[in-house]
């Protein structure tokens, strides 16, 4: 089972082994909280035999978990009274944030947190981001260019709960944001220069009285609720890959208001929305991995789009001027021109074939 592991899952699960060990071992303690995917799990699963409790960013919470698992959010039910959470670092220093506080508030008082990441991805004073919630931190050393952070000891006044929410300039409503969620609680640029030409766009596209709108990769759910509040006829879906994401924008539709027309589905490039049964695409899309740039990331999100796309239907995207996307765009979705363009942002509009 562990050479389906990440070398940081290996050596968070070998760390975390051999200091409970050095604690009294766990055979007489509950369950394990684990961060990381279906692998990882099952492999925490085999090495404590006790029920594991797991957190996947990626994987929506109705996929069947691996035995002996059970599937949670980023939530108190996932790490409530349990003594081991072992698995891998977010790659944010607000997510690291984020999952210690969430320990130190609802595990025992006598947890271990073993997590590990790829030295690579180890951002500055991320070592140093878990004291805000617990008293005792320290890395491990490396290994297979790995690190894992241990912490133990929680604090009385851990750090803030997430999501957290921010009123910022530009819009009538508070953004809120889980940890690992691009970002933030800020209107990122690109998004920004999407807003500036949406109500023109949506009114020249000739909508039906109720449309279908989706956002596509929605973050923290901006779009989604701007135009739930700006169309009020209309159907609005926020759909992201990302447990985190998908969390936010649901907690920015309540707090704006339109809960009840922002569905929020935790889908991998909008898997689920019927063929041809959309008449707006907004796309903010990203275009890198942690620290890589990837040229052609967005593309499967074009497919998808030109996908659900009714023939007729419009994308609207935005995107870092660089990239060229508008013969990918073409290609996946049909006829496509640029409405707006600054020296670091596009935004184009496409029509469905």
């Not at 070998?14 to 071992?25: I, K, L, N």
């Not at 609207?316 to 496509?336: D, F, I, M, Q």
């Amino acid at each position: 089972m562990t050479d389906a592991l990440s070398p940081a899952a290996r050596l968070a699960l070998d760390e975390a082994f051999e200091r409970d060990a050095a604690r009294g071992g766990f055979a007489h303690r509950g369950a394990v909280a684990v961060i990381g995917d279906d692998a990882l799990a099952a492999a925490a699963r085999e090495r404590f035999g006790s029920p594991i409790r797991l957190f996947h960013e990626l994987t929506p919470i109705p996929v069947a978990p691996p035995e002996g698992c059970e599937r949670h959010g980023l939530v108190p039910e996932l790490v409530d009274g349990v003594t081991l959470v072992v698995g891998e670092l977010p790659r944010t220093l607000a997510g690291v944030d984020e999952i210690a506080g969430l320990v130190a508030r609802h595990a025992d008082a006598d947890v271990l947190v073993v997590l590990a990441a790829r030295e690579k991805n180890l951002e500055r004073g991320m070592n140093e981001r878990p004291r805000d919630s617990f008293l005792e931190v320290a890395a491990s050393r490396g290994r297979d260019k790995a690190r894992a952070l241990i912490a133990s000891g929680p604090r009385p006044t851990p750090s803030p709960a997430y999501p957290r929410s921010e009123i910022v300039s530009g819009l009538d409503f508070p953004i809120a944001a889980h940890g690992a969620v691009f970002a933030g609680t800020r209107l990122d640029i690109g998004t920004r220069a999407l807003l500036e030409v949406l109500p023109a766009q949506l009114d020249a596209a000739a909508l039906p009285e109720r449309p279908t709108v989706v956002d596509l990769g929605c973050g923290t759910g901006v779009l989604a609720v701007w135009t739930a509040r700006h169309l009020p006829g209309a159907r609005v879906i926020a759909t992201d890959r990302s447990w985190s994401a998908v969390s936010s924008a649901s907690r920015t539709a309540q707090l704006a208001g339109v809960a009840d027309r922002v569905d929020t589905v935790h889908a991998d490039a909008g898997e689920g929305i019927p063929d041809r049964s959309v008449d707006v695409v907004l796309l903010n899309p990203p275009f890198h991995d942690g620290r890589a740039v990837i040229d052609d990331m967005a593309h499967p999100l074009f497919r998808a789009a030109g996908r659900m796309l009714r023939p007729g239907g419009t994308l609207l995207t935005v995107y870092n001027s660089h990239l060229k996307h508008r013969g990918a765009l073409e290609r996946s979705v049909g006829p496509t021109s640029q409405v707006a363009r600054t020296p670091k942002f596009t935004v184009t509009r496409s029509i469905a074939r």
